[in-house]
């Protein structure tokens, strides 16, 4: 691991040679090639700690950046793509919802091609159905669970929470996987809230040996609420389960109580 960190960061310098003067600083000449600053700028944020070279060329690249905000109106890149790169590197954005911005942007773009732009926006529309029709079976599951009407004190968040999944899982093929995500986070929320904002210290005790157990046959001791945030969880890890072994022949059960058991062991911790 540290010969292959050496010669990674040995690679790094080599690559960077060619932009750097006798000084070992960057050449002032580069900053004529707005859109190779700007490629260099975002690439800055790609380097790992003490990449020494990477956080140079982020300061250099960022400072010049600044200083060509308002005069890069040309048929290459313009000031608003620039105020917007310096706002947040492309690559930590969502990538699926920048497609819209990127359409307007190429809508007045010099030498812009129709048949493209109506393949982009064909291909947005398309995506945006499937998440919409994701978002409303999820809608349903939710109303259906009617889980903040027995938990009035639990937080309602199945918008935030699809957000997030979209976010992680953007590829429409994906729509699965995408929904399970959004209703563990569902989950998770209202279990946090369990206890962080409900729960006794006697009750949580007895909450989290019933997840231990992992057995529906013994709730008896808990109060109703935790009974049924208890069978939510449970229900929708069996669901998962049965999909996944249907789908692809492996058990995921023994891991996905793990997993709860652990973050319900470390919430407990925590409080």
């Known amino acids: ?6 010669w990674l960061k040995i690679t790094q310098a080599d690559v960077f040679k ?33 990449e020494n070279v990477l956080d140079e060329a982020k300061i250099f690249a960022r400072s010049h950046l600044h200083k060509l905000l308002y005069k890069a109106e040309s048929t290459t890149i313009t000031s608003h793509q620039l105020s917007r790169a310096l706002e947040l590197p492309s690559h930590w954005r969502i990538r ?20 493209v732009l109506e393949l982009a926006m064909l291909d947005f529309n398309m995506v945006q159905l499937v998440y919409q029709t994701d978002l409303e079976d999820l809608n349903r599951w939710w109303k259906e669970l009617a889980l903040t009407e027995k938990l009035e004190f639990a937080r309602d968040r199945l918008n935030e929470s699809f957000l997030w999944g979209v976010s992680l899982i953007q590829e429409p093929q994906f729509s699965y996987c995408r929904k399970i995500m959004s209703k563990l986070v569902c989950l998770i929320n209202a279990v946090d809230d369990v206890y962080d904002v409900y729960g006794s210290p006697d009750e949580l005790q007895l909450f989290t040996a019933a997840i231990l157990r992992w057995d529906a ?55």
């Open 96 to 115: 699926r919802s920048e497609a819209r911005w990127h359409i307007e942007q190429y809508k007045d773009t010099e030498g812009m091609d129709p048949a």
């Open 18 to 50: 060619g932009f750097r003067d006798e000084d070992v600083k960057f050449k002032e000449e580069i900053t004529s090639d707005v859109r190779g600053l700007l490629s260099l700028y975002e690439a800055s944020y790609l380097g790992i700690p003490d």
């Open 1 to 6: 691991m540290t010969s292959t960190y050496s």
């Open 217 to 271: 046959e013994e709730l008896d001791e808990l109060p109703e609420y935790m009974k049924i945030c208890f069978m939510a969880v449970y229900n929708t890890a069996n669901e998962l389960a049965y999909y996944t072994i249907k789908q692809q022949g492996f058990n995921c059960l023994p891991y996905l109580k793990q997993a709860v058991r652990i973050r319900t062991i470390n919430t407990l911790l925590i409080n």
